[in-house]
């Protein structure tokens, strides 16, 4: 089994930041790719940010420049520094963490944390 565990999420004004962090424990050999996800009430899940075992990330074209995402392999933690936070941020955002080995590579989500950006 594998625990996808997150972490800082919380109400902040406009303009203020946060820290995600998300950790992956358990039945993990090797890790591909880690990454956030937010989701919206009535919109679709979307990629805010990720990040390969090599360190290359990716990065919405919302979140450029204010989002920086970051990764301690030792520990399978990803971190996610948001600033300048707009109201449109605000959503619940999730981790994601695509396990390589042992076999079969699956992907493995966390329970969510709830982000709140005030005007």
């Known amino acids: 089994q594998v625990q996808v565990v997150e972490s800082g999420g919380g109400l902040v004004q406009a303009g203020g930041s946060l820290r995600l962090s998300c950790s992956a424990s358990g039945r993990i050999f090797s890790i591909a790719g880690m990454g956030w996800y937010r989701q919206a009430p009535g919109k679709q899940r979307e990629l805010v940010a990720g990040?390969?075992?090599?360190?290359?990330?990716d990065y919405a074209d919302s979140v450029k420049g204010r989002f920086t995402l970051s990764r301690d392999n030792a520990k399978n933690t990803v971190y996610l520094q948001m600033n300048n936070l707009k109201p449109e941020d605000t959503a619940v955002y999730y981790c994601k963490v695509e396990r390589r080995t042992p076999w079969p590579p699956s992907d493995y989500w966390g329970q969510g944390t709830q982000v709140t950006v005030s005007s």
């Open positions: 990040i390969t075992s090599g360190g290359s990330t």
